[in-house]
């Protein structure tokens, strides 16, 4: 992508090289955008840090996700913007920038697969590959207005891409409809082994609590249209209580994987950090085992919990995050308290990991707002397929 022709930032300024594709496939057409967490022959991976940009060199061999999509026609068009080392949730880096949010400039663009989303909410890319750790997929999809999924847990390869928390991260993707999202998927999954046939829709009743007003309304009126199309939805609860200490332990264990994973790093090389990273590595070293023990003990409980709700045929219609994405000239308390609500919604698939597909609902304070679908897991293709429907219905 020519840097003249990237009016919302999305794509990373490097140097062109020629990345062959298929001639012929099912996504011959489509235009792929690349988060730069992903090897790509002939570019460096940078990791959304100068350091790591410095000691990448150029890759000889696509990561094998980009492989797969290349080889079914896709054409690659760039690598595109993400958060530093993937650790942040709203899009904005301190060293390279921050894209634009195509469909509501004033708001941020969600990451940390930031560059991504833009991509194919801006119409530079039709399709872009993401990681989702703790919500980077899920999140940018439902703030800039475009349909994202985060997949069951390992079921697409990360060879060849940055990690982060390894028992968190996922390799997820975007397209700006459902027809796009399903082509994709059906090169990404090829068959479900899990399949929903006759899917219960669930509503997560505390999931919907501290839902901004008009976000919720928005939700209600969608399930009011799904109980016209399916009847009644039964109601559930998926934190039984423990909402804040089902939190405190994705902070925990997230944060002990990533200082596992980039801890003797840190120390190493001292890089500097933006804003957020530093703070969250320094939380990362006062998790004690005793505290990781804990958190541990209470992601194992949610997991059997949401496991007897789910079952092989049950299907949560969740929110994404709470509200509205933040405007980018709100201050720093606005963007810790966001992160921290929004989290609360986007660790349950995490924790669990279970399948979620985001899909566009409307608009609340004039930015994008989405809805979403969290089942079985290796339902990934079904469950894009429900969204279809109801996507089309709840609009």
Not at 361 to 378: D, E, M, Q, T, Y
Request: proline share 8%; net charge negative.
């Amino acid at each position: 992508m020519l840097p003249q022709l990237d009016r919302y930032r999305a794509f990373l300024p490097y140097p062109s090289a020629d990345v062959p594709s298929s001639a012929e496939g099912p996504l011959k057409g489509l235009r792929l955008a690349v988060k730069d967490l992903f090897d790509v022959a002939g570019y460096p991976t940078g990791c959304g840090n100068p350091l790591m940009l410095a000691a990448s060199g150029t890759k000889t061999t696509h990561a094998p996700a980009v492989a797969k999509l290349l080889s079914a026609g896709a054409e690659f068009c760039g690598k595109t913007h993400t958060d530093e080392l993937a650790w942040s949730l709203y899009g904005v880096n301190a060293h390279f920038g921050t894209p634009v949010n195509p469909a509501a400039p004033e708001h941020i663009p969600g990451g940390s697969s930031s560059g991504s989303a833009a991509a194919v909410a801006g119409h530079l890319a039709d399709i872009a590959l993401g990681t989702d750790t703790g919500g980077s997929v899920r999140a940018p999809a439902s703030f800039c207005g475009i349909w994202g999924i985060r997949p069951t847990h390992a079921r697409l390869p990360l060879d060849g891409c940055m990690p982060l928390a390894p028992s968190w991260d996922a390799c997820g993707f975007f397209a700006r409809d459902g027809e796009t999202m399903e082509r994709v998927a059906n090169v990404m999954f090829e068959v479900d082994k899990t399949p929903l046939k006759d899917p219960r829709l669930l509503v997560p009743e505390d999931m919907l609590d501290g839902i901004e007003a008009e976000g919720r309304r928005l939700i209600e009126t969608a399930i009011q249209h799904i109980e016209r199309w399916r009847g009644k939805l039964e109601r559930v609860n998926v934190y039984r209580g423990e909402r804040e200490a089902i939190y405190t332990a994705f902070r925990e264990i997230q944060a002990a994987e990533v200082l596992g994973v980039h801890g003797d790093w840190v120390e190493r090389y001292r890089p500097p950090l933006g804003p957020g990273i530093a703070e969250r590595f320094d939380f990362a070293r006062g998790v004690t085992k005793e505290a990781l023990r804990h958190s541990q003990e209470r992601r194992a409980d949610l997991v059997r919990h949401l496991d007897e709700i789910i079952e092989a045929d049950g299907v949560l219609v969740a929110p994404v995050v709470h509200d509205a994405p933040l405007r980018r000239d709100d201050g720093p308390a606005k963007f810790d308290s966001y992160r921290h609500d929004a989290m609360k919604l986007l660790c349950v698939s995490g924790h669990t990991g279970l399948p979620q597909v985001v899909f566009p609902l409307g608009r609340v304070h004039g930015a994008p707002f989405g809805l979403s679908l969290i089942g079985p897991k290796g339902a990934d293709l079904s469950l894009i397929s429900l969204a279809r429907e109801i996507a089309e219905i709840a609009g």
